[in-house]
């Protein structure tokens, strides 16, 4: 009997199916191994990105326990006080606990800088804490804007978003209903959550001037005028809370709010500008009829003795200058914490507000607390 012979299609077919199941198995493992390794990286990922807030909550530690010791040596904020000193970038290779790789360069570094948020501008100024605009702070704002070569008419467009963009104030009443709309016991300058982001949307520059009249500022008409914009089928104002919010407001371009940045800033309560640490702007702005060159000469005293009081500053600014009442001061509660964290091939820039307590000023016992923290 002859044996059976496979023909020579079968075993060509038999040839492709053995390459085709190997193929298809090398795929899978190969499937299986990338899967890993990108759990791996992610976890990495992960560990990374909790090291660096670690880092960040250290430096904030750090930020408080200078301002802390600051307010019990001095009565007064000033450039030249140990706060307002860089911390350049430094190494913090030695620092992280982690497995080292052989032959991995490992690269940890942290720098940042405390400024005083009260040598800026307060925009939450502009609001007198009954939903009505501060008329005085208005003129400064505009003074601010004309110093930059910014249209000073938009001091009182950004004065009616901040306005309306306030809570009720305490105890305010409905006029059409009788019913109150204040909370009891709110603080209408509390500025709401400090923690969360600053809000920001298309509509806000349609809420501008809408339902306001710039130089209305009894309670009745400030509480109508605030139903008006709540309850008409306007809506509910934006919340007010950082400069990019400035963008809401019809005339403003992101040149301008570039131009404007360094000078102004939005605190959830009113503050007064610490002459101290004030830019000539700022200072040229807030102080009236005063110019430019003569705020450039109070800096250039200001370098060697910086002001222990108030009233030393008014006596060296002479002349019979009327400014606006609490608005000017020679100590600060805010600060703002610029940090920069670098860690392998993560990295994390972070910019935290902290309060310090009036009563922390000259040794009292009150807190240093961080208000906000914002990350990007």
């Known amino acids: 009997m002859r044996p059976h012979r496979v023909p020579r299609r079968q075993r060509g077919v038999a040839v492709i199916t053995a390459l085709l199941l190997t193929t298809l198995a090398i795929s899978i493992v190969t499937s299986l191994f990338w899967q890993q390794q990108v759990q791996v990286r992610s976890m990495e ?9 670690w880092i960040l909550r250290g430096a904030l530690d750090w930020a408080t326990l200078v301002l802390r010791q600051d307010a019990y040596t001095s009565t007064y904020t000033a450039l030249t006080q140990v706060w307002a000193t860089p911390l350049a970038e430094t190494r913090l ?7 080292r790789v052989e032959g991995e360069t490992f690269d940890a570094s942290l720098s940042g800088e405390i400024t005083d948020a009260t040598s800026r501008y307060n925009l939450r100024n502009l609001e007198n804490g009954k ?13 601010l804007l004309t110093n930059l070569r910014i249209n000073p008419a938009l001091a009182r467009t950004t004065a009616n978003l901040v306005a309306a963009s306030q809570p009720p104030p305490a105890g305010a009443v409905d006029p059409n209903t009788g019913e109150e709309i204040g909370e009891p016991g709110q603080d ?7 923690e969360g982001a600053g809000a920001g949307g298309a509509g806000g520059g349609g809420l501008a001037g809408a339902g306001r009249d710039g130089d209305n500022t009894g309670a009745e008409a400030t509480a109508q005028n605030t139903l008006q914009v709540s309850r008409e089928g306007i809506g509910t104002p934006i919340k007010f809370m950082e400069v990019n919010d400035l963008l809401t407001v019809k005339g403003f371009t992101p040149e301008m709010l570039e131009r404007l940045r360094p000078f102004v800033i939005v605190l959830p309560d009113r503050t007064a500008v610490n002459v101290n640490t004030a830019s000539a702007e700022v200072l040229a702005a807030v102080i009236p009829n005063f110019s430019l060159s003569e705020a450039n000469a109070l800096l250039a005293r200001r ?7 108030i009233g030393m500053f008014t006596t060296e600014l002479g002349g019979n200058r009327t400014v606006v009442p609490d608005s000017l001061s020679v100590k600060s509660n805010w600060f703002i914490v610029n940090s920069r964290i670098r860690l392998e091939r993560a990295s994390l820039n972070a910019q935290s507000l902290i309060k310090r307590d009036d009563n922390t000023l000259g040794g009292g016992s009150g807190a240093v607390r961080v208000v906000w923290v914002r990350q990007n």
């Open 93 to 99: 290779d030695q620092y992280i606990e982690r497995e």
């Open 303 to 309: 370098r060697n003795v910086p002001w222990s009081d």
């Open 131 to 143: 939903n009505g605009i501060d008329k005085a702070h208005m003129e400064i704002f505009q003074r």
């Open 45 to 53: 990922n992960q560990r990374l990105n909790q090291q660096t807030r």
């Open 188 to 194: 209408p300058a509390s500025g709401g959550n400090p």
